[in-house]
């Protein structure tokens, strides 16, 4: 497997796209594997972590939100 690096809060949040707010939702109420080293750290998982938890997660409906809009027609 690649590498096993601690990824902190933020780079989770810019790597799914999504807010930390949303990353934080994520791991409460979904599983992901966020936690912290100390009482004061900043939260985290390992990258192995994630990987593991995204192949776990089922392949249901559309993404959630698409990257790009399609350009609305002029009439």
Not at 22 to 34: C, D, E, M, T, V
Not at 48 to 72: D, I, M, N
Request: glycine letters at 6%.
């Amino acid at each position: 497997m690649g590498t096993n690096r601690w990824m902190q809060l933020h780079e989770i949040a810019r790597l799914f796209g999504l807010s930390e707010d949303s990353i934080k939702r994520l791991a409460k109420n979904h599983g992901l594997p966020l936690r912290r080293v100390s009482p004061l750290a900043t939260p985290g998982a390992l990258e192995s972590e994630l990987v593991e938890w995204l192949k776990s997660q089922p392949l249901v409906g559309p993404p959630v939100r698409s990257k790009r809009r399609a350009p609305r027609k002029r009439q």
